[in-house]
């Protein structure tokens, strides 16, 4: 039986409450994706404060067998003022799941500083869909999920993203030119050269887009209704 300690770093973007007061917690590290149990870590003895959504920690864990490895201590490295506004966190949530599913050990060193510089964005751009549309859309392509802007398959068609075959599919969302030139340029252009296209595009449309192609390989994503409800 493997008995093991190992020290990770990364952000906490899921955490669910267990009997006995154990902490069922979800990280997102530059290594990739993984889940961790606390235990006793929702008493007020526990490390709770320390675990809160999107923060930055260092922390331990202890794999013994084939179980889920137990976290024995985690240290706060940093937090993120600002996704404390209901919208704001709606949209941080969306983009941690996104991240989380799509952090395979390969895809990991490139989703994670994206996701960072995404969560930055939106706790503090006056308009925080705007880095959520870009850093969704950069996310799924570090993922290897970043649609064929030429067809065939999931594509381009005269400013709509469709999908090359079935009804849902042709019907599509639209982006206009707007749209599309910002799709091209998040897929394609650094951050910084990026995102003034992003000023005049339809982010609503855009952020659809991303929700229905995300979902179309990953199935329904648990943040997108309430989300969808609020935009």
Same mark, same amino acid.
């Given at each position: 039986m493997v008995e093991r300690y190992r020290l990770e770093e990364g952000v906490v973007v899921g955490r669910k409450a267990l009997p006995q007061g154990d902490l069922l917690l979800r990280f997102l590290t530059p290594q990739g994706s993984l889940e961790a149990v606390a235990r006793?870590?929702?008493?007020? *003895?526990?490390?709770?404060?320390?675990?809160?959504?999107?923060?930055?920690?260092?922390?331990?864990?202890?794999?013994?067998?084939?179980?889920?490895?137990?976290?024995?201590?985690?240290?706060? !490295?940093?937090? !993120?003022?600002? !996704?404390?506004?209901?919208?704001?966190?709606?949209?941080? *949530?969306? !983009?941690?799941?996104?991240? /989380?599913?799509?952090?395979? #050990?390969?895809?990991? #060193?490139?989703? /994670?500083?994206?996701?960072?510089? &995404?969560?930055?964005?939106?706790?503090?751009?006056?308009?925080?869909?705007?880095?959520?549309?870009?850093?969704g859309w950069r996310v799924v392509k570090a993922g290897g999920l970043s649609p064929?802007?030429? &067809?065939?398959?999931? /594509?381009?068609?005269?400013?709509?993203?469709?999908? &090359?075959? &079935? #009804?849902?599919?042709?019907?599509?969302?639209?982006?206009g030119e707007k749209g599309v030139e910002a799709l091209r340029a998040i897929l394609h252009l650094p951050g910084s050269e990026a995102l003034p296209y992003l000023e005049d595009a339809p982010l609503e449309r855009l952020f659809f887009a991303l929700k229905h192609h995300a979902e179309e390989a990953l199935g329904p994503l648990k943040a997108t209704p309430t989300l969808t409800a609020e935009l």
């Open positions: 006793k870590g929702v008493r007020p *003895s526990g490390r709770s404060g320390r675990l809160s959504l999107f923060h930055h920690v260092r922390f331990q864990l202890y794999t013994k067998g084939e179980g889920l490895p137990t976290l024995t201590q985690a240290e706060l !490295l940093g937090r !993120l003022h600002g !996704l404390e506004e209901p919208r704001r966190f709606l949209l941080a *949530s969306f !983009l941690a799941e996104l991240s /989380y599913r799509l952090a395979s #050990p390969e895809a990991a #060193p490139r989703i /994670y500083p994206v996701f960072i510089s &995404g969560l930055r964005g939106i706790a503090k751009h006056e308009r925080p869909l705007l880095p959520l549309v870009w850093a064929n802007l030429l &067809g065939p398959g999931l /594509y381009l068609k005269a400013g709509r993203l469709v999908h &090359g075959s &079935g #009804p849902r599919g042709e019907e599509g969302i639209y982006l």
